[in-house]
């Protein structure tokens, strides 16, 4: 069974700064997907960024991106120049290739300091 | 600031109530979901509609019952729900089936008493 831990239950960054968030998985796919979804206390889940696993290449957006390593099964967020409306709880999120499932990891909750 | 909507925000209930939760999605997706959000537990993907046909159901008590009248609607029918099921309930779509991106609704806040 693939499963997602996010290992840090809580974060704290300072305004402007830069704060990385980790994930791993498990897996035995070779193909799959990986996301980070953003969830403000509004609770609307918001997708971050998204990597698909045959891409070597580290997917950026914006402010936000990820250390994607594959033979590791770690996918950490980073987010640079946070900002006040960063401050959510952040879950990793892992989908197979072909298969309907997400599974998602139990969440971090970035604060963010003035 | 979203394409899906619920509908109640909050519901209360009583384990013998029945009572139906709504999702409305206006991005013309094809797919849609239901999760739960429970406060010690991650996401935990429910049911999976495709052009209204169930195509998954994970093992979830029949105390829940999905409905998808059309590619837009989802419905959550809930009866003699236990206090256990108090949760955030997440609708989702996607473009079609297996897409890589969901895009959720701000969920139901579900209490069971």
């Known amino acids: 069974a693939q499963t997602v831990t996010q290992s840090q239950p809580e974060m704290s960054v300072q305004e402007a700064e830069t704060v990385t968030l980790s994930c791993t998985y498990d897996?035995?796919?070779?193909?799959?997907?990986l996301f980070w979804y953003k969830q403000p206390p509004s609770r609307q889940m918001i997708l971050v960024i998204r990597?698909?696993?045959?891409?070597?290449q580290n997917a950026t957006e914006n402010r936000f991106s990820v250390n994607f390593q594959k033979a590791a099964k770690s996918f950490s967020l980073k987010i640079s120049d946070s900002q006040l409306g960063d401050a959510a709880m952040y879950f990793c999120?892992?989908?197979?290739?072909?298969?309907?499932?997400?599974?998602f990891g139990a969440g971090t909750r970035l604060t963010v300091k003035p | 600031e979203t394409g899906v909507t619920q509908t109640p925000r909050h519901l209360v209930m009583g384990m013998t109530n029945k009572k139906s939760l709504k999702c409305e999605q206006h991005?013309?997706?094809?797919?849609m979901y239901w999760y739960k959000q429970s406060a010690k537990k991650p996401l935990e993907l429910m049911f999976v509609?495709?052009?209204?046909?169930?195509?998954e159901n994970n093992s979830v008590p029949s105390r829940f019952s999905p409905e998808c009248p059309n590619s837009s609607h989802l419905f959550l029918h809930l009866h003699t729900l236990q206090p256990e099921d108090s949760a955030l309930y997440l609708c989702?779509?996607?473009?079609?089936?297996?897409?890589?991106?969901?895009?959720f609704g701000p969920g139901t806040r579900l209490t069971v008493l």
């Open positions: 989702a779509s996607s473009l079609r089936i297996l897409a890589d991106t969901q895009y």
């Open positions: 897996t035995s796919e070779s193909d799959y997907y």
């Open positions: 990597q698909e696993a045959y891409k070597q």
């Open positions: 999120a892992y989908r197979r290739l072909y298969n309907n499932d997400m599974r």
């Open positions: 991005l013309g997706h094809n797919a």
């Open positions: 509609y495709s052009l209204e046909e169930r195509v």
